[in-house]
């Protein structure tokens, strides 16, 4: 809404298109992510990526300290992320 109102000011405007942006590579980061997850592993998966934290939950049974390391090589070869921030789950 911020962006196609004609009230606000510049800034907020260019503001606005600039965190639609962060969101939008956000998405698309966590998309990519799941895909080569999945094409890895072979395992379903949901990838939240909120600030520097990460988080990755898998199908339920296929969790194995295997995965969970092919994960994080996965995870860390694709961008600026530490391997504190990274959290792997499988669904209960």
Known sequence: QAINNSENAPAAAEAAAKSLEELSKAIKRE????????????????????????KVITAKGTLSDKVTMQIKELILSQGDFSPEKISIFEMK
Do not use: M, Y
């Open 31 to 54: 998309s990519d992510l799941e895909t080569l997850i999945n094409a890895k592993t072979g395992s379903e998966n949901i990838v939240i990526i909120d600030g520097g934290d990460i």
